[in-house]
């Protein structure tokens, strides 16, 4: 008999790997303690923005005209054990209210609420980041509460999606990644992903603390690149270099590679900064934390590359916001997404704000959930809306609808023919011969 699946926890994490499972040919039955959340998915629809992910559930969810109908939903925990074989648990691990520990209480929940109603063998699988030491905390929980006991083995295996191309990452991962206790375990997860394995994806196998290690050592590494070259980008401007070129340079070298080597105002978002606070928190938990001391160093250089950029606006329009207009373009935190939490964009434009500027944002995107948390900002229907009458534009989210703007046409509507690139990813030839003054971090005004 094929495998059944479930899946706990329909967010972004969750709705991808659901409807992307359902893609390989599983059975699927999704759980959420929001039933707004289910009703919408249940239409084909999803909370967030991400590029193919309501194509594939339009393929796949029941009762969908010409769908595969593999994928339902359920309020019912009752109903989720007695369908599933193996059981996805991919809720939210924020960070603490004013700490930097993990909180881990929807991970409980969910493992409270499940493991009461595993009455036959199953496989409970965490995809959720979590601290070091949760598995085998979990393991333990599952023993006591399920009813079938020893027979509800736990697993651990890690995401590694990136916004913006999550349904991509979960068809075809670069890895996958399992920490299992059990041959068992490691077969029926070697069953799930048969399809990408068969694509050539590696399979790792590991225990319980290096597959949970596996997903916050990335994340820290990345966040080091990015401080890293935002570093660079300080000294460039103290010594009149050029990052841009610095980082080409150092890219060729295939021991560093091009990769997140693009400097600006630095990596926000719901992943990167809370995990590598849960990181150094945990290894202070562990007695390691001179091990990770490095991190509050990669954090306190992406916080303040935000407000440089608003020192870099100020000092642009004459050492002042106040009666200035500014034209703030992006609100997510990254291009091919509509996620706002911890946006650097909307960090800077905010802090414009209280300075006195009148800010207009304009994201292709992200313009909803920005006006939910930032009620305030002003805000425009287009780019060329947000420009208009502006002292000076902020480039701070990387939108291709960006790089091809025409900064002819921009020129007409602006007050001042002024640009701030805190992203470098605009060219400024081509702004500077359409009359605009280019600026941006880490490199020659002219």
């Not at 699927?28 to 239409?43: E, F, N, R, W, Y």
């Not at 890219?251 to 978002?269: T, V």
């Not at 480039?395 to 046409?409: I, M, N, V, Y």
Request: glycine letters at 10%; one cysteine or more; proline letters at 5%.
């Amino acid at each position: 008999m094929p495998l059944k699946l479930t899946v706990v926890g329909l967010g972004y994490l969750g709705a991808t790997h659901a409807a992307a499972m359902a893609e390989l040919g599983f059975e699927v039955l999704g759980l959420d303690i929001d039933p707004a959340k289910t009703d919408l998915l249940a239409t084909g629809r999803t909370p967030m923005f991400e590029p193919g992910l309501e194509e594939l559930l339009s393929r796949h969810v029941a009762g969908l005209e010409g769908s595969s109908g593999r994928l339902r939903f359920t309020h019912s925990w009752e109903e989720l054990a007695d369908f599933g074989d193996v059981h996805f648990v991919c809720v939210n691990t924020p960070q603490k209210h004013g700490e930097y520990a993990c909180d881990m209480s929807y991970v409980d929940s969910a493992f409270a609420m499940l493991a009461p109603h595993l009455r036959r063998p199953a496989l409970v699988v965490g995809k959720s980041t979590v601290p070091v030491g949760s598995a085998e905390r979990l393991a333990q929980t599952l023993r006591e509460l399920a009813p079938a006991g020893e027979d509800a083995q736990l697993a651990w295996n890690p995401e590694f999606l990136r916004e913006g191309f999550a349904v991509q990452d979960t068809l075809h991962p670069d890895r996958v990644v399992v920490g299992v206790a059990s041959e068992h375990a490691e077969a029926l997860l070697r069953e799930v992903y048969a399809g990408p394995i068969a694509e050539g994806t590696p399979f790792v196998v590991a225990d319980y603390p290096t597959a949970e290690l596996v997903k916050t050592a990335a994340n820290a590494f990345l966040a080091t690149k990015i401080s890293f070259i935002n570093a660079m980008a300080e000294v460039c401007e103290a010594a009149g270099g050029d990052v841009a070129k610095l980082a080409e340079a150092i890219g060729y070298d295939e021991r560093i590679g091009s990769k997140f080597l693009r400097a600006g105002i630095g990596f926000g978002g719901g992943c990167l900064p809370k995990d590598i606070r849960a990181f150094m928190a945990r290894a202070g938990e562990l007695g390691a934390d001179q091990a990770l001391t490095f991190l509050r160093e990669v954090d306190s250089v992406n916080m303040r590359r935000r407000t440089h950029m608003v020192e870099l606006a100020r000092e642009a329009v004459g050492g002042g916001f106040l009666g200035r207009r500014i034209a703030v373009l992006g609100a997510a935190f990254k291009p091919d997404s509509d996620d706002v939490r911890d946006s650097p964009a909307l960090n800077v434009a905010g802090q414009i704000q209280l300075q006195g500027g009148q800010v207009t944002v304009y994201d292709p995107k992200g313009m909803e959930n920005a006006k939910r948390l930032f009620p305030t900002l002003g805000y425009a229907p287009t780019a060329l809306d947000a420009v208009r009458g502006a002292d000076a534009v902020l480039h701070l989210t990387e939108w291709r609808e960006f790089r091809e703007l025409d900064p002819a046409a921009l020129a007409e509507v602006a007050g001042q023919r002024l640009i701030l690139d805190g992203r470098n990813a605009l060219d400024p030839e081509l702004w500077r011969k359409a009359g605009w003054t280019f600026r941006a971090m880490g490199r020659p005004q002219a």
